[in-house]
């Protein structure tokens, strides 16, 4: 697992959600352990409602992700919406 096609992924899932005001965050790329770790960040967002609810978050974060990366890795992601 590089961590530069995952930062790229990760980027490229960034972009709407910033439309809403919403962020993706690396937080790690651990080839070791074949662990990626994101945070939802909803600081700047006006209505966290508006942005792609946290199940279908985690869905496309995770097809993404596969497309980009052939390696098996776990998939971490930090939503705030969750409790």
């Given at each position: 697992?590089?961590?530069?096609?995952?930062?790229?992924?990760?980027?490229?899932?960034?972009?709407?959600?910033?439309?809403?005001?919403?962020?993706?965050?690396?937080?790690?790329?651990?080839?070791?352990?074949?662990?990626?770790?994101?945070?939802?960040?909803?600081?700047?967002?006006g209505c966290a409602d508006c942005v792609l609810p946290?199940?279908?978050?985690?869905?496309?974060v995770e097809a993404v992700l596969r497309r980009d990366?052939?390696?098996?890795?776990?998939?971490?992601?930090?939503?705030?919406?969750?409790?």
């Amino acid at each position: 697992m590089d961590e530069s096609t995952v930062a790229a992924a990760v980027d490229e899932l960034r972009r709407p959600l910033r439309a809403d005001g919403a962020d993706l965050v690396l937080v790690r790329a651990d080839p070791r352990t074949a662990l990626i770790e994101l945070r939802l960040d909803l600081t700047a967002v006006g209505c966290a409602d508006c942005v792609l609810p946290p199940d279908r978050l985690a869905q496309v974060v995770e097809a993404v992700l596969r497309r980009d990366i052939p390696e098996e890795f776990e998939l971490v992601l930090h939503d705030p919406r969750r409790p």
